[in-house]
């Protein structure tokens, strides 16, 4: 079953990229710009964001697995990087970085609030990609609208912006989306406890390490078989990389089904009993 939701979570993020792609470079807008979560904050589409908002608290970061053109982009860099590189690419559990993803939030907020919309769009995933694909397809193509008066600087941002992508998911997948992205810190506030969930069974657990290899979040975190789905983007790897059927994507936690052994409160009494009556024998000596 996980896989098949995995094939259906690729297909709906390849068209969450395609789409906007073929739109912009027709001059057309997508049903998927609709969608995105700064383009709906920043015209005041409320249905978007209490419709994210829910299917966050639910679900987890389904945003960032499904619609979002940037992390589909990403996952397509870092699966053709793990199928190079299968045996020196092998994702771990990484520190989350709360400092630095707070200090980009309040940037966004920041701007936003005085109405200059530069730094939150150089920021916002889905402005990122369509920066980039105006730059190398839509203006090599001749659609543009009017001519860009910036090209230099426009085409340098893009660049910019694509080599950093390309770069840091080929080695580290997810990592902008959990560091600097002000999407994903937002959603991973919504996100900590979500109704729906990934646990390790600590039963089925083989400590493998297949789960820990494969998450591009670097949010597994194996010895002590805990996932912070505050930085899970639900791309339900970690379940079809396990062996053992030990992951899962579920309501509630595991508890182990056999207790560990504790310690034999027998021997103690015994012990006791049996230097007391040593002790009250030897004062009846004295």
Not at 57 to 64: A, E, P, S, T
Not at 169 to 198: E, Q
Not at 221 to 244: G, I, M, Q, Y
């Amino acid at each position: 079953m996980y896989r098949l939701i995995r094939i259906v979570r690729i297909v709906i993020s390849l068209i969450a990229m395609g789409v906007p792609t073929w739109a912009l470079i027709a001059g057309y807008e997508s049903v998927f710009v609709r969608m995105q979560i700064l383009t709906a904050l920043m015209t005041g589409v409320s249905v978007t964001l209490l419709f994210w908002a829910l299917v966050t608290i639910v679900y987890g970061r389904l945003y960032c697995s499904t619609v979002c053109p940037l992390g589909a982009l990403m996952d397509c860099v870092s699966a053709t990087s793990r199928m190079l590189r299968r045996k020196k690419q092998a994702y771990r559990y990484r520190k989350p970085s709360p400092k630095t993803q707070f200090v980009f939030l309040l940037l966004a907020i920041l701007f936003m609030l005085t109405g200059v919309s530069i730094v939150p769009t150089l920021l916002d995933p889905y402005s990122a990609y369509a920066r980039m694909v105006t730059a190398f397809l839509v203006a090599p193509l001749g659609n543009a609208e009017a001519p860009l008066r910036f090209a230099i600087a426009t085409l340098s941002v893009a660049g910019f912006t694509a080599v950093t992508v390309v770069a840091v998911a080929w080695k580290h997948g997810r990592l902008l989306c959990n560091s600097i992205c002000p999407v994903g810190t937002v959603l991973g506030y919504g996100s900590r406890r979500p109704y729906f969930h990934f646990e390790i069974d600590p039963d089925r657990c083989i400590n493998c390490g297949e789960c820990e290899r494969v998450c591009k979040s670097a949010c597994i975190k194996l010895p002590e078989k805990l996932v912070d789905n505050s930085r899970c983007v639900v791309c339900f790897d970690c379940v079809t990389a396990c062996p053992n059927n030990a992951m899962t994507y579920k309501n509630g936690n595991y508890r182990l089904g056999m207790p560990m052994m504790q310690r034999m409160q027998t021997s103690s009494p015994s012990v006791d009993t049996t230097a007391h009556r040593h002790n009250s024998a030897n004062y009846s000596k004295k």
